[in-house]
């Protein structure tokens, strides 16, 4: 077979899988070992799911450009107000050790930010599009690993912007409700945490809020993955994804553990000074994807066992004609 030629068009819209010569044992059965000998042969996949979805996300980089203050324009100015009477006092006098002292206290400057306010408004908003594109990125990137797990052919943009155009609304909803809930049970983590001492109450919230976040972790991957697999209400949609973040603790756990080693090694990396360039390009080019290929690989064996191998055959059509309603979670 003659070797297409390389263009644009390819490079985006290529098959990015190889046959394989024999399909191992370990990657049917989705084990620990599968899980490594999938991420090698998928690698390239998570390359280019990790780009598409930093990407799809601009908006982000907005809301980074405000945090650094990038911005902002700052100026310095005396710590006390009495610098400018004194200043002119003083003015004509020589320098006395008396006077000495009140310049050095009154006049030790502290730096003001003066934002410029209509650029300021203007990237507020287009950070605020990440509640738009958060849902969308997930739902194209949920997708593509459910392809690479499932050892399926993939046409990177043809299959992320597809599973978008399919589930859209599901995504939009997901994504708000998704960020939504992240923001509100960190800081819920943070207050508590800072009030821990305070008494009994914060301890048992804080800890509360902790299971909360967990089950949440937990079960993120099945919010999406349900998404682009059923045609299901958003709210069955919801509590589907919690009975399985149950059902499968222990492989979310793993996940959970390997996401956090991740960024722990990120951590390393930026704090080490030589190689903070390699901690900073690492979340662009690869941490998203191998994170979500780890909670997909995690979740999907739990959804296939309970929602798709007793009502559907190999080729995704119902078994029987008593299995065609849409199947639950909780049943």
């Known amino acids: ?5 390389w263009n644009l068009y390819n490079l985006l819209n290529r098959d990015v899988d190889k046959p394989d010569a024999e399909e191992s044992k370990d ?25 598409l979805f930093v990407v799809s996300n601009f908006p982000v980089f907005f809301g980074l450009t405000l945090f650094v203050g990038a911005i902002n324009d700052l100026s310095l100015t005396p710590q006390h107000l009495s610098f400018s009477n004194i200043y002119g006092a003083l003015a004509g006098k020589s320098a006395d050790p008396l006077s000495s002292v009140w310049f050095a ?15 300021l408004i203007l990237f507020i908003a287009l950070t605020c599009l990440v509640l738009f594109t958060f849902g969308f990125s997930n739902v194209g990137s ?20 597809g599973a978008i155009r399919r589930n859209w609304k599901q995504g939009l909803l997901l994504g708000i409700f998704d960020l939504v809930f ?54 069955k949609l919801i509590k589907n994804s919690v009975i399985f973040a149950f059902l499968g603790f222990k492989r979310n756990i793993l996940a959970i553990i390997g996401q956090a080693f991740m960024i722990y090694v990120i951590f390393l990396l930026i ?3 030589l190689l903070a360039a390699l901690g900073v390009v690492l979340p662009i080019i690869l941490y998203f994807g191998v994170a979500m290929f780890m909670s997909y690989y995690a979740a999907y064996k739990v959804v296939d066992k309970n929602m798709i191998e007793p009502y559907y055959d190999e080729d995704g059509n119902p078994i029987g004609e008593e299995n065609k309603t849409l199947p639950d979670a909780s049943e």
Do not use: H, Q
């Open 182 to 235: 992240a923001a509100i049970t960190v800081f819920d983590v943070m207050v508590f945490f800072r009030n821990y001492s305070y008494g009994f109450f914060y301890v048992i919230a804080f800890f509360f809020t902790l299971g909360v976040a967990l089950i949440y972790l937990c079960a993120r991957p099945y919010m999406y993955l349900l998404c682009i697999t059923f045609d299901l209400p958003f709210f």
């Open 271 to 273: 704090s080490s000074g």
């Open 142 to 161: 949920a997708y593509l690993m459910r392809s690479a797990i499932r050892r399926k052919p993939i046409f990177l943009v043809k299959d992320y912007f």
């Open 27 to 51: 990657v049917v059965k989705m084990n620990f070992k599968g899980f490594f000998i999938l991420f090698f042969r998928k690698f390239n996949t998570l390359v280019w799911t990790n780009i």
């Open 105 to 119: 206290v009154s006049s030790s400057p502290i730096v003001e930010n003066e934002f410029n306010k209509p650029l």
């Open 1 to 5: 077979m003659k070797k297409s030629k």
